[in-house]
C-alpha cells in the first residue's frame, strides 16, 4: 500500500500540488492525468523520493518497494543490451558473479583437497542464494521482457552507449520490468513502443499483480490497463479521483461539463429574469410619476421606485458572491479552417508514387513501394519502429532523394509535419512570432492571430524555440504547416509529446479537415478518432494494405504475419 498525505509542493514561479492525498491499494493500477506543467511528473518524483516536497508525507508499507520508469543511467552506458538486462537485479547479479567466480576457482588444477571443498561450499552457497533471489524465474522473465519489447531485434550485443533515445527508454522500462517492484511508476511508459511492444506492455501490465500509478497520452492504453483515474487540476493544484478507466472518465467529465454550462445558464436567466423585474419596477415608477399629478399615486410610485432601488442592491449583492458560478471557460480548439478551404475534397489523385527505393548500408528500408493518394484519403501507415515509415514520409514530401518516380496531381502542396521538431543553434534562438512570420506571414499582428489559434498566445511567442517543449514545438510546425497553404497533409506522429486535451484538439481539428491525409501514429485511439479510410503496413521495405487496425492488432497477437513478439 502506499499512502500519499496532504502533499504540497511550490516551486519559484508558484504553487504545483496543494494538499494532494490519495490510497493506492495492493495490485490496484491508477492513471494519473492533468494538462501538460499541472505536476504529474512532481508528484512521481516525490513518490519516488527524488524530490522532497514542502509538506505532506509519503508512506509506503513494509514490504513495498517503488520502481520508477526513470531515464538510462550514465554510469551504465558501457554496457551491453544482455549485460544491461542481467544485471537489472543487483542482488541476483551478486550471486551470479559470486557462482561464475567460483566456476573459475573449480577450473584451477592447483586446488589442494581442503581448498577445493572451500570453493565447492562457496559454490553451492551462491547456487542457494540466486535460487533464493529467483534468479531462473529471472532469466524466463527476462527473456520475455526482452522480446516483448522488441530489444532482442536492437541486438543484444550492442552497446548502450549507441543506442538511440528511445532504445535506451526501452531498455530502462525492461530494466525495472525485471526489478519487480511491489509499485511501478511509470511516466509516459509508451512512448518510442512500435504497436507490437505497446501490445505486450499493456497485456504485461493489465495481468500483473503490481500496484501502479500510469502518466499517459495514450487512452486506449489506460483503457486497458488501469482500473481508476486520479485528476490533476492545473488551476487549483489539488488531485480529484475518478472511478473507472479513461473512457468512463471521459463521460463522467462530459456530464460534469454539460452540468457546469447548465447550471451557468441558470444562474444567467435568474439574473435576467431579476434585471427585467427591476426595469419593470423602475417604468411603472417614472410612468406613474411622469403620467398623474394626484398624491395618492404618486406616492405609490415613489414607493415602487425605492423597491426597484432595494431590487438593485440586493442583485449587486448577489453578482459579488464569492459562490456566484464563473462562466465556464470555453476550451479553444485547433482550427484548420484555412486548410479545409484549399483541401482536395474530390477524389482526384493527389500523390502518385511508383517503385520507391531506398536504403543505407545493407539496411533496406523501401524496396518498390508503389502508392497512390486520392482527395479524401485518409491513410494510417503503420510498422514496427524502424521500418522506414518517416523515411516514406520524407520521401513523399520531398525532403530526401530516392529511386523511382513521384507524380503530384494539379494544384497539390504537400505539408510534411516531422514528429521530433529540432531546435538548431540558429534557429533555436529565434523567437516563436520570429520563427512564424521567417516561415509565412509577414506582420506581426496577423502572425499573433494565427499562432492564437494553435494555443500559442501572449508571452508565448516571445520564447525562444529552444526553450519550448516538445509540445509547444510541434504546435508551431502544425501553424506553419496549416499557414503555408497545404492540401496534402504528411503528418509523423503529431500527438507525441502533447498532453491529452492537447492531443483532443488535434483530433477535432482533423476531424473536420476533409482533405488527404497520411498520418503514422501508434496511438490507437486517435487513429480510430480522426476517421482513418483505409491502413497501410510497410513491412520489410514493402507495403501491403490491411483490412482495418484491428485486423494488425490480431495479427500481432496471434503471432501471426511478421510481428511475433507477443509470448
Known sequence: MLKVSNLSKRFPDGPVLDGVTFILNAGERVGLVGPNGSGKSTLLKIIVGT?????????????DRVGYLAQYPEDALHLTVDEALTTADAALDAARREMDAAVADLARTDLSDDEHEKVMARYASAIERFESCGGYEFEHRAEEVRDGLGLAEIGLERVVSTLSGGQKTRLALARLLLTAPTILLLDEPTNYLDLPALLWLERFVAESQQ??????????????????ILELDAETHKLKAYPGNFTAYAEIKEREREKEAAA???QVERIDAFEQQIRDLKYKARYTETSTIHFHYRKIAKGV????????RRLERYKGEEDRLARPEEEKRLYLKDLAESALKDHRLAVAAQDLRFGY???????????????GDR???IGANGSGKTTLLRALAGDIDVAGTIRYGDGVQVGYLPQEQPATTETGR???????????????????????????????????????????RSKLGLAILVASGANVLLLDEPTSHLDLSAVERVESALIDYPGPLIVTSHDRFFLRRIGITGVVMLENGKLRRLDDLDSYEAEIVTGSGAARRIA
Open 264 to 266: 451557468y445558464q441558470d
Open 51 to 63: 524530490l522532497r516536497p514542502d509538506s505532506g508525507a509519503v508512506t509506503l508499507g513494509q514490504s
Open 305 to 312: 421606485a425605492k423597491r426597484a432601488k432595494s431590487q438593485e
Open 211 to 228: 500496484a501502479a500509478i500510469i502518466v499517459s497520452h495514450d487512452r486506449r492504453f489506460l483503457d486497458q490497463t488501469v482500473t481508476s
Open 430 to 472: 529565434k523567437t516563436v512570432l520570429e520563427t512564424f512570420r521567417a516561415g509565412v506571414i509577414g506582420y506581426e499582428d496577423q502572425a499573433r492571430a494565427f499562432l492564437d489559434k494553435f494555443l500559442l498566445t501572449g508571452d508565448d511567442v516571445m520564447r525562444r524555440v529552444d526553450q519550448l517543449s516538445y509540445g509547444e
Open 379 to 381: 491513410l494510417a501507415l
Open 361 to 375: 548500408d545493407e539496411t533496406t528500408l523501401l524496396d518498390g513501394i508503389t502508392l497512390d493518394v486520392h482527395g
